[in-house]
């Protein structure tokens, strides 16, 4: 990345940790949401993992329910938040652009994942 497109650097604090993003100048024709620094992890009963637009950086929440009701067997695990991270991301992306984020985090709930279900055949990460 050129400095000359740098805007500024964003921090992003989740649970004790903290992390330093590299904010781009917002193109509001393109704003495709990409997993970000740092990877997904569990906190208490959730999963948490981070997405930006170059822009912008969002917290995304996903509930244990969610994650029991991505796919059988019902498991809430750090292996299936990873698995189907970009499955999760997409779903935020959606809400991000609906303007359902709030304070910077996105939730992603049960009632989400069996309105939007994987489809079928789809590989996860």
């Not at 805007?7 to 604090?13: E, Y």
């Not at 981070?50 to 991505?70: P, Q």
């Amino acid at each position: 990345m050129k400095a000359e497109k740098v805007v500024g650097i964003s921090k992003l604090v989740v649970g004790r940790r903290e992390k330093a993003v590299v904010l781009e100048p917002r193109d509001e024709g393109n704003r495709e949401i990409q997993l970000c620094e740092p990877a997904p992890f569990l906190y208490f009963e959730n999963g948490q993992m981070a997405v930006a637009d170059g822009a912008s950086v969002w917290l995304v929440i996903v509930t244990c329910e969610a994650m029991k009701a991505t796919a059988h067997p019902p498991e809430m695990s750090l292996r299936r938040l990873v698995r189907f991270a970009a499955y999760y991301r997409d779903l935020a992306a959606a809400a991000i652009h609906r303007g359902l984020d709030i304070d910077d985090k996105v939730r992603v709930m049960e009632a989400t994942v069996l309105s939007s279900p994987p489809r079928p055949g789809c590989t996860p990460n």
